[in-house]
């Protein structure tokens, strides 16, 4: 099976880039996922489709998660230079399931960790 990103199902994304966080107060992990293009946002599909889901799929199965915030950033008025989606992972469980994903994503996409 191959490794997937779709904020809408059959539409699949590319990530551009990855930032996991924590909250200072609780265990909380904030996972935020970095796109330079956007196929939900194109053509004004997310209009007809909301983008209040997101779907990671590998060879476990499907983790739908509900993003905590999109952020459309842009290098002028007239298109978006990147758009930044977030989502919060509770569980120590959930969150090394995701983990998991995103180690397979990587592998498949050619990504390297880097720590600041």
């Known amino acids: 099976m ?12 590319k990530i551009t880039e990855v930032s996991l966080r924590k909250r200072r107060n609780s265990d909380t992990k ?4 970095i796109f330079d ?8 599909r997310s209009f007809t489709n909301k983008i209040n889901k997101l779907w990671l799929k590998d060879e476990e199965g499907n983790i739908e998660v509900s993003p905590s915030g999109i ?28 983990m998991r994903f995103l180690h397979r994503y990587a ?3 050619g990504f390297e960790f880097k720590s600041n």
């Open 2 to 13: 191959t490794v997937s990103v779709e904020f809408i199902q059959g539409l699949n994304e």
């Open 30 to 33: 904030i996972v935020v996922l």
């Open 37 to 44: 293009r956007l196929q939900a946002t194109e053509s004004f």
């Open 71 to 98: 952020k459309f950033l842009s290098a002028d008025e007239s298109d978006f230079s990147q758009v930044e989606c977030s989502f919060e992972v509770e569980s120590e469980e959930n969150f090394e399931r995701v």
């Open 107 to 109: 592998e498949a996409n």
